[in-house]
T-cell receptor
């Protein structure tokens, strides 16, 4: 099993450009999440999905859109990138289990917006 | 609102010394608490969860509902414990995690 994979690993964008980050998981998990990690801010939830075709806003959704057309994929889009979106983006997936549900993380995407 | 607080951004200890990484939470119901760890150049991974009451890599954490705390402890730190540690909370019936801001642990030789 590859677990959770993210594409790309690194990207540099200019202000106003758009891009899509792809997250894929092969564990048949129902839930998927996008976080951003910033120094001193920890992990903040951007959007999440509780199943194919469903998405919901997290803590910091502005400037991002998501789609989950297939159970195994969760896409994060930036329509018009801003320097404030410079961050490391992590995708995670989980499946409901006893005692909560462990989140499995991808390796991260380091995005710089100039 | 639910919140997880990790008061220390950086904790430096010498090898062999005891370690305690603090985590406090605010939630009126019954939370589920976790510790995640991120070693250098690696992805975040689950270290332990309160409900399993297990010891992983020598680390333990006890949920104290009276003090709303879930501190992570290890009696003798090792250099390979150096990493970023995140405390996280979920609640029954939700699908979201609330993460703390993280504590970087540095174990000095």
């Amino acid at each position: 099993n590859a677990g959770v994979t993210q594409t790309p690993k690194f990207r540099v964008l200019k202000t106003g450009q758009s891009m899509t980050l792809l997250c894929a998981q092969d564990m048949n998990h129902e839930y998927m999440y996008w976080y951003r990690q910033d120094p001193g801010m920890g992990l903040r939830l951007i959007h999440y999905s509780v199943g194919e075709g469903t998405t919901a806003k997290g803590e910091v959704p502005d400037g991002y859109n998501v789609s989950r057309l297939k159970k195994q994929n969760f896409l994060l889009g930036l329509e018009s990138a801003a320097p404030s979106q410079t961050s490391v983006y992590f995708c995670a997936s989980s499946s409901l289990g006893e005692g909560g549900y462990e989140q499995y993380f991808g390796p991260g995407t380091r995005l710089t917006v100039t | 609102a639910q919140r997880v607080t990790q008061p220390e951004k950086l904790l430096s200890v010498f090898k062999g010394a005891p370690v305690e990484l603090k985590c406090n939470y605010s939630y009126s119901g019954s939370p589920e608490l976790f510790w995640y760890v991120q070693y250098s150049r690696q992805r975040l991974q689950l270290l332990l969860r309160h409900i399993s009451r297990e010891s992983i890599k020598g680390f333990t954490a006890d949920l104290n509902k009276g003090e709303t705390s879930f501190h992570l402890k290890k009696p003798f730190a090792q250099e390979e414990d150096s990493a970023m540690y995140y405390c996280a909370l979920t609640t029954s019936g939700t699908y979201k995690y609330i993460f703390g801001t993280g504590t970087r642990l540095k174990v000095l030789a």
